[in-house]
């Protein structure tokens, strides 16, 4: 028995289908702009922190290592410099949590660092200290 009309259109219609998807993946191949080759992608970072284009082991080091050293030397900035922030919580173990004022970030602190006694909301002056926990607080003084 032959097939009826409606089953000779659906298989031509499989067929032009599958036509349809040989000549697209077909195209795809041939006309790849999807965006740059891996060798385009591809970002360096430099001694400073900046991207860049160029490998490390063309960059000049020692050039960007003096660079570095002498942009910190003049920026006056050392890695410990002074923070201000104000004890807002203070326990009878000794230890307590300064907020700080630039950031509103706690930071811990004992009592062993402190220089003078405090109490809470008292405005100190401290030097940061990074730990194994996060910041501390170390050489606390009252302003």
Do not use: C, W
């Not at 599958?18 to 591809?42: F, H, P």
């Not at 930071?107 to 200290?129: C, G, I, M, P």
């Amino acid at each position: 028995m032959g097939d009826s009309f409606f089953k000779k259109e659906n298989n031509k219609k499989k067929v032009k289908k599958r036509q349809d998807k040989v000549q697209k993946r077909e195209d795809r191949k041939v006309n790849n702009n999807k965006g740059k080759t891996l060798e385009e992608m591809i970002i360096y970072v430099d001694v400073n922190g900046n991207f860049t284009e160029i490998p490390p082991h063309l960059q000049k080091k020692e050039d960007d290592f003096s660079n570095f050293d002498n942009s910190i030397k003049n920026s006056g900035q050392k890695e410990n410099f002074d923070y201000t922030g104000i004890i807002k919580f203070l326990s009878d173990k000794g230890y307590g949590f300064i907020t700080e004022d630039k950031t509103q970030e706690n930071v811990f602190f004992h009592s062993n660092q402190l220089a003078q006694t405090v109490v809470k909301n008292d405005k100190v002056k401290f030097r940061k200290e990074d730990s194994l926990k996060g910041f501390r607080a170390v050489s606390i003084k009252k302003i």
